[in-house]
Nanobody, 123 residues
Framework: QVQLVESGGGLVQAGGSLRLSCAAS????????MAWYRQAPGKQRELVAV???????NYADSVKGRFTISRDNAKNTVYLQMDSLKPEDTAVYYC?????????????????WGQGTQVTVSS
């Protein structure tokens, strides 16, 4: 089994900053991509940022220049530094990871999600 545990959400005023963390643990042979998604009330879940195994990163247009994704491979942890926050950034933020893990005797690649952490930006 593999678990993703997020932390770092909270309430912040517009213009402020927050740093989210997501640590993966369990039967991990390796991790390919790690990403952050978010879901605002009444809206679909959307990709915020992704850190690929090769080191490249991609961001949603709405967060470019304000958010930075980083990764510590030794700790199986991904971070999301969020600066210049806006009220429209308010959402539940979810960590996602594509993990190589052993099931029975086979190496498989599976997608895992964290439980989500609430980020609220007040105006």
């Amino acid at each position: 089994q593999v678990q993703l545990v997020e932390s770092g959400g909270g309430l912040v005023q517009a213009g402020g900053s927050l740093r989210l963390s997501c640590a993966a643990s369990g039967r991990i042979s390796g991790i390919n991509r790690m990403a952050w998604y978010r879901q605002a009330p009444g809206k679909q879940r959307e990709l915020v940022a992704v850190f690929n195994s090769g080191g490249s990163t991609n961001y949603a247009d709405s967060v470019k220049g304000r958010f930075t994704i980083s990764r510590d491979n030794a700790k199986n942890t991904v971070y999301l530094q969020m600066d210049s926050l806006k009220p429209e950034d308010t959402a539940v933020y979810y960590c996602n990871a594509e993990v190589r893990t052993i099931q029975t005797i086979r190496l498989v690649t599976l997608d895992y999600w964290g439980q989500g952490t609430q980020v609220t930006v007040s105006s």
